[in-house]
């Protein structure tokens, strides 16, 4: 009898044993993303919860984090403060290579897993502040995004570019998209940058509130300036009736966004992300539609600077995919 309780206390702790190995086992990825009212957060956490559907079973458990943008994401993957994230793909370039802003600052782990859709520049004015032209935006109260993020980056540009204008001839104010919103409708704004995928929530309340709201367009010969200074841009229109109350379609500009990772993440971490996000396209079309805007048939277009994560090739080759050579990682070269 005491050989049978020593067999059993011996299986009680294998299992514990097991368990615990199994605990210890699971590998957890944060997904970095922007402000809770743009279009970076809860699409995170859509690719988020996909993938914990999908592979948690594999020992996986992925996490959506809110955050300051696209620079703060690449410094958080540079520190190990994060595994994956949303970013702008001319920033991702920039700070792979260290030039332009990170010249100095070069972050050499960054990867790409895939394109996204185009982040695009929409500058939501308050009608009643008299802005009219992008000159008119001199003295004005403008939310330029939170510090340190791919908006205020942005800002700045296209500031410049198209009106030659600095942050010295504005009221900068660094805050997020739905407190910018907020401000805006209180009148403590006259302007604001929503640099993210389209429909933008803290937009559509705005187009939806009580005070009335427009957006800064691009002309062909604006869109020209910038892309002199800045040749990754293209243009985007946003069609009619995508905010309330928006009769005309807009003529804005875009950057293509990406899904990124630090090198260290697996190969087989990322192959069966994008396992997943394909295979739950539709589901994801439903439930934001900024995935209405990924081009699944080109998810390597628009991608500037840095090259692919192996995973990420491995699943394009499988799908018939070319991988263009400047995106392949440099043990692939």
Excluded at 210 to 237: H, I, K, N, T
Excluded at 306 to 332: R, T, W, Y
């Amino acid at each position: 009898m005491r050989k049978g309780f020593i067999a059993a206390l011996l299986a009680v702790f294998a299992l514990s044993a097991a368990v615990a190995g199994t605990a210890q086992a699971v590998e957890f990825v944060t997904i970095v993303t922007g402000s809770t009212g743009g279009t970076y957060y809860p699409v995170g956490t859509i690719i988020a919860n996909s993938m914990n559907k999908e592979m948690m079973s594999k020992g996986v458990k992925a996490s959506a984090q809110s955050s300051g943008g696209t620079i703060e994401n690449l410094k958080m993957l540079k520190n190990d403060e994060a595994e994956m994230a949303i970013a702008m793909s001319n920033l991702t370039g920039f700070a792979y290579k260290g030039v332009g802003t990170y010249e100095g600052n070069q972050i050499p782990s960054l990867r790409y897993v895939m394109g996204l859709w185009p982040d695009v520049t929409q500058i939501v004015v308050r009608k009643e502040a008299g802005i009219e032209t992008w000159g008119d935006l001199k003295g004005k109260r403008m939310a330029v995004g939170p510090p340190a993020s791919g908006t205020e980056f942005t800002s700045k540009l296209v500031l410049r570019a198209v009106a030659g204008l600095t942050f010295e001839d504005i009221q900068p104010e660094y805050i997020g998209y739905s407190e910018a919103a907020q401000a805006l409708q209180n009148g403590r704004l006259d302007a604001f940058n929503a640099e993210t995928g389209y429909p933008v929530s803290a937009v559509s309340e705005l187009y939806a509130g009580r005070v009335p709201v427009g957006m800064l367009e691009f002309s062909d010969d604006e869109l020209d300036e910038l892309q002199l200074e800045a040749p990754y841009y293209a243009r985007v229109v946003i069609p009619a009736d995508v905010y309330p109350k928006q009769t005309k379609p807009l003529n804005l500009v875009g950057v293509k966004s990406a899904l990124i990772v630090s090198e260290k993440v697996s190969d087989e971490i990322v192959y069966e992300t994008l396992k997943v996000i394909y295979n739950d396209r539709e589901a994801m079309k439903q439930a934001h539609a900024a995935f209405t805007k990924v081009d699944y048939d080109h998810p390597m277009a628009g991608l500037y600077g840095a090259p692919l994560h192996p995973g990420a090739v491995k699943f394009f080759k499988e799908q018939g995919f070319e991988i263009p050579g400047s995106l392949l990682p440099p043990e692939a070269k």
